[in-house]
Structures are given as structure tokens and as C-alpha cells.
């Protein structure tokens, strides 16, 4: 009855298993952090899942704290999309950063309906790593979708071929009601005298926060 009931908690990726969580192992890409690598379970970003970045304003680091990560995908001729940025990156320092600007792809549509058209198709194809979203301008449209249920199709697609979607909300307008239940990662982010202050809000499996400071400028 043991084996058995073991096979069906393990073929349910999502179902959080308590004090079985610690003792599977789950596939991670490293977030290029010693520190916060720590204190992800999976020791980095998790595969196939949906992650919540709530920056306090843009600007402040919330792409560059994805670059390491971003740098192994386009590396390995991995797809990144980034939808609806809220500013064009600057070339030369992606270059820097070492990523391979072959394979990071922007796109810049003209509404929700039309960014998770995107997103979830990028998510479906294996040559894609990771997918970022910037959603609070379609998110304050009076036609937006059900944000609840869109996430949950994004992270279905995400987990067909264990890429990660990357959700972007301001932390000012990102209300309690707007948490999704289909984030398996939600992470506050602010600034601190030029450091980025990481306020752990959510991990799937964990019930712990935590608080991570990271000097981007060591990199």
C-alpha cells in the first residue's frame, strides 16, 4: 500500500507532500546566487512552474537579478521571450552579461488577450527556457482577463516542457486579493543603498519566509 500510495504522490508534481517535499529532488536551474540558491528548495529557480517578482518600482534590478539564469538558457540555444518590457534593455550590457542575443526575443503586444497568446505558445515550445512578463499595464485595462485563471494556463504550459514563466507585478499595485494560488514562487523585491533586498513571500512546500540581501555589482 506504501509503494502504491508513493507512485501517486509522486506522479502529482504540484501536490504539496509535506515532509516528503525535502526528500524528492526537484530540477532547478541555478539562479547564479550563492545565497539565495540556499534558500530556494530546489536550490535555484525551479523548472516548469510560474514565479512572482513584485519590484517595489522598475529599475532597481529585477532583470539583472535574472541574467545569470537567463545567460545559461540563450548559452544552451534556449529561447527567452520577454513580453511587454517597461523599457528597451540595453544591448551592450546583455552582451556583457554574457548572454547570446540570438536567442532572446522581444515582444511588445498590444494587449492581455494577445501577451498570453504569446507567452503560452513560447511555453509549449521545447526550444523555450524561460518566458518574463511585465503585466500591470494590461492588468489595469477595464477588458482585462481573469488574472487567476490566466496564470493557471500559463503554468500548465510552463510545465510541459519545465520552462519558467516569469511574472512581473509592482509591488504598489499588486493587492492581496491579486496573489495567485498557481505561483510556486513569489518574491518581494526592493532597494537598499544600491543592494537588492529579496523578501521570500511564497515558496511551494515551505511555510518559512525568509529575507536575502544581494549586491548585484559582485557579479
Known amino acids: 500500500m506504501s509503494d502504491t500510495l508513493d507512485k501517486l504522490i509522486s506522479s502529482t508534481p504540484c501536490l504539496w507532500k509535506g515532509g516528503r517535499s525535502r526528500q524528492q529532488a526537484s530540477a532547478a536551474l541555478p539562479t547564479g546566487y550563492a ?50 518590457t517597461p523599457y528597451i534593455p540595453y544591448a551592450p550590457a546583455l552582451l556583457h552579461a554574457g548572454l547570446d542575443l540570438n536567442y532572446l526575443l ?73 496573489q495567485s494560488p498557481w505561483a510556486a514562487v513569489r518574491l518581494g523585491l526592493a532597494d537598499n543603498d544600491g543592494c537588492l533586498m529579496i523578501d521570500v513571500l511564497k515558496i511551494r512546500g515551505l511555510h518559512k519566509r525568509f529575507r536575502v540581501e544581494l549586491d548585484l555589482n559582485q557579479r
Open 106 to 178: 522581444m515582444l511588445m503586444p498590444r494587449n492581455w488577450r494577445d501577451a498570453l497568446w504569446s507567452a503560452e505558445k513560447a511555453l509549449l515550445n521545447p526550444a523555450c527556457g524561460m518566458v518574463l512578463v511585465w503585466s500591470d499595464n494590461f492588468l489595469s485595462n477595464k477588458t482585462k482577463l481573469d488574472d487567476n485563471k490566466a496564470t493557471r494556463r500559463l503554468q500548465v504550459a510552463a510545465q510541459v516542457n519545465q520552462a519558467i514563466l516569469v511574472l512581473y507585478r509592482l509591488s504598489a499595485g499588486y493587492c492581496q486579493n491579486r
Open 35 to 84: 545565497q539565495l540558491d540556499q534558500v530556494l528548495p530546489a536550490g535555484g529557480w525551479p523548472l516548469g512552474v510560474v514565479i512572482e517578482l513584485l519590484p517595489e518600482s522598475i529599475g532597481i534590478g529585477e532583470l539583472r537579478l535574472l541574467l545569470p539564469a537567463i545567460r545559461v538558457l540563450t548559452q544552451s540555444q534556449r529561447q527567452v521571450l520577454m513580453i511587454n
